[in-house]
């Protein structure tokens, strides 16, 4: 009898809009970092508003946590909230990176 392995689970996508004192503290910037190194690829731009929008792709737990984490972010930040969507992207849209804009 053949067994199968089971097809590597789909990334999930959240975007995220974090409020707050994010904005000239290194919130992106950390935010570089925590989803490097947790293997997850998208972006974190900072919008006129004040905001961070932070968009996360990459295997459920781990933007699971790096979405826990965004109420954190780095020493300097003050987050006071964190407002986050499933986003569905098709399979060529999906980031390859995670990058600051």
């Known amino acids: 009898m053949k067994t199968s ?17 994010v904005q000239g503290v290194y919130y992106r910037g950390a935010a570089q970092q925590r989803a490097r190194a947790a293997g997850i690829a998208g972006h974190a731009r900072n919008l006129p508003d004040g905001r961070v929008e932070v968009l996360a792709c990459g295997d459920e737990h781990a933007v699971n946590e790096f979405v826990d984490w965004l109420w954190i972010g780095p020493t300097a930040a003050k987050v006071t909230d964190v407002a986050v969507e499933a986003v569905e992207l ?3 849209e999906l980031p390859r990176d995670f990058r600051t804009v």
Do not use: D, Q
């Not at 392995?5 to 004192?21: D, F, Q």
């Open 5 to 21: 392995t089971p097809a590597p689970a789909r990334p999930i996508a959240r975007r995220a809009l974090v409020s707050g004192r």
């Open 90 to 92: 098709a399979a060529e």
